[in-house]
């Protein structure tokens, strides 16, 4: 069965970074697009980034954008989120997800905190 597993969240000050992993299995890796959401208290989930199944089209959130990089490792079933320059309003909870013809499938997420 799909699983997804984010790591590498926690605290960190403004102006940090932080690299968030989301190792897969349980399908074809290579065939799915790959998606990263995050979901601050008290809002809906959104869409924060997506990379192609080959790794070659990438796609990010107006808020993100020149401060965060997806990639993605084919050979180990892994992506990865590289997230620079990080503000306040990045608080929330990260997903990873894949959503082939048979559903959608998320992580268990990882907490990322911004602190002043």
């Known amino acids: 069965q799909v699983q997804l597993a984010e790591s590498g969240g926690g605290l960190v000050q403004t102006g940090g970074s932080l690299r968030l992993s989301c190792a897969a299995s349980g399908f074809t890796f290579r065939l799915r697009t790959m998606g990263w959401f995050r979901q601050a208290p008290g809002k809906e989930r959104e869409f924060v980034a997506s990379?192609?199944?080959?790794?070659?089209?990438?796609t990010y959130a107006d808020a993100v954008k020149g401060r965060f990089t997806i990639s993605r490792d084919n050979a180990k079933n892994m992506m990865v989120l590289q997230m620079n320059s990080l503000n306040l309003e990045d608080t929330a909870v990260y997903y990873c997800?894949?959503?082939?013809?048979?559903?959608?499938?998320w992580g268990q997420g990882t907490q990322v905190t911004v602190s002043s």
């Open positions: 997800n894949t959503s082939p013809a048979t559903g959608s499938y």
């Open positions: 990379i192609s199944g080959s790794g070659i089209i990438t």
